[in-house]
């Protein structure tokens, strides 16, 4: 069996951890489009004119700070979300400690969630939101660099 056929594999604990937590954050993203809607017609902030016909009879906005909050938490995991799906998979091709590479897969996922929830749920005072992020970006920074040292290709 070639390395890259037992890495990529049900049997190691890494790769089922990637594609669990990678579906419960793919999971996580498309929650806000529901909750960005949400937001908008509790505070009738149609996102287009041709929406204003479902919020007859009331004073529409232009934008209220609940709906940003939400637009912004979405647009943070867009920022976020896509490159650990990159620095993962190729940290997951570095060969590393499954038990290491669960543990991160686990906290990123936290950490992404705990940033939607006191964002976008309940705002939370900083630093909340700054060590949610934090957390997730000194994990994907992590896993880039162990890629980078273990492949060293340039
Ligand atoms: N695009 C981000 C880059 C920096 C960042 O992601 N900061 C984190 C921690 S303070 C954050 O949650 N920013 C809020 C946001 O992106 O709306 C920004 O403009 O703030």
Known sequence: MSIISRLISFDNPAFNGYVTYGSVLVLKMMIMAPLTGRQRM???VPASPEDVSMLKGREILKSHDDVERVRRAHLNDLENIPIFFLAG?????TDPDPTTAL???????????????????VVVPQPARGLAWGTGFFITGYMAIKAICHFKTF
């Open 103 to 121: 543990n991160l897969f686990r906290a990123y996922t936290l950490a992404r969630c705990l940033h939607t929830f006191v964002y976008a749920v």
């Open 89 to 93: 998979f190729a940290y997951l091709l």
């Open 42 to 44: 509790k505070h009738a």
